[in-house]
């Protein structure tokens, strides 16, 4: 238990459906985050939010959405996504955005796109 | 560029010791993380370096040379467990997080 929980765990989805993937954390923590992990390539980082305010946006395409509604939730709202983007989506939390207390991490989503 | 090196994968024995390196040129250092990730499961934060010398945690200790961009992850006593990818991260100047491919360690009975 690592205190960030994701769902669902796993996700086949086709081209054009929509889809969302939910991250919660318990930790009491104001900045949260979502990274691209794919085989044998650094962590990609997606999004940052801190205080729920989108602070980076590492040139994502517009067919990943992300929403933070308060500081423990986050989404990532899918919408006609392409088979590279197949990976493991992994949700991330710190007490803040900047600084160097260590980021924990959920289990991730395997997203497989048909 | 910003870039982080370390080796793609690993092999040791159990009870033995493995150093897994990790090289880096990064815009800006304000340290460097070590995580491990068991496959299929989240990242768990193992070390945090920012200042030379070596750190040690039970059987695992990490080193850190800022002035050679390097860094290593040393594990003694090596368990059948210890069976995981480690990810070396370095914090730039803007406290972005730098990311390495990581290193699967395989460890044989």
């Known amino acids: 238990e690592t205190g960030v929980t994701q769902t669902p765990r796993h996700l086949v989805m086709g081209m054009t459906n929509k889809k969302s993937l939910k991250c919660e954390q318990h930790?009491?923590?104001?900045?949260m985050y979502w990274y691209k992990q794919s085989a044998k390539k650094p962590l990609e980082l997606m999004f940052v939010?801190?205080?729920?305010?989108?602070?980076e946006n590492n040139s994502v395409p517009s067919r990943f959405s992300p929403e933070c509604p308060n500081s423990s939730h986050l989404f990532l709202h899918l919408h006609t996504l392409q088979p590279e983007d197949s990976a493991l989506y992994l949700c991330?939390?710190?007490?803040?955005?900047?600084?160097?207390?260590?980021?924990?991490f959920g289990d991730g989503t395997r997203l497989s796109i048909l | 560029g910003q870039n982080i090196d370390q080796p793609t994968e690993m092999t040791a024995t159990e009870g033995a010791i493995v150093q897994i390196n990790c090289t880096y040129q990064?815009?800006?250092?304000?340290?460097l993380f070590w995580y491990q990730q068991h496959a299929g499961e989240a990242p768990t934060f193992l070390s945090y370096?920012?200042l030379d010398g070596l750190e040690e945690k039970g059987r695992f200790s990490s080193f850190l040379s800022r002035s050679k961009g390097y860094s290593y992850l040393l594990l003694k006593e090596l368990q059948m467990k210890d069976s995981a990818s480690y990810l070396c991260?370095?914090?730039?100047?803007?406290?972005?997080?730098?990311w390495g491919a990581g290193t699967k360690l395989i460890i044989k009975p």
């Open positions: 991330a939390s710190s007490p803040q955005g900047e600084g160097n207390q260590p980021q924990h």
């Open positions: 930790l009491g923590h104001n900045a």
């Open positions: 939010y801190n205080f729920k305010e989108q602070t």
């Open positions: 990064t815009s800006g250092f304000n340290g």
């Open positions: 370096n920012v």
């Open positions: 991260a370095v914090l730039d100047s803007n406290y972005q997080l730098i």
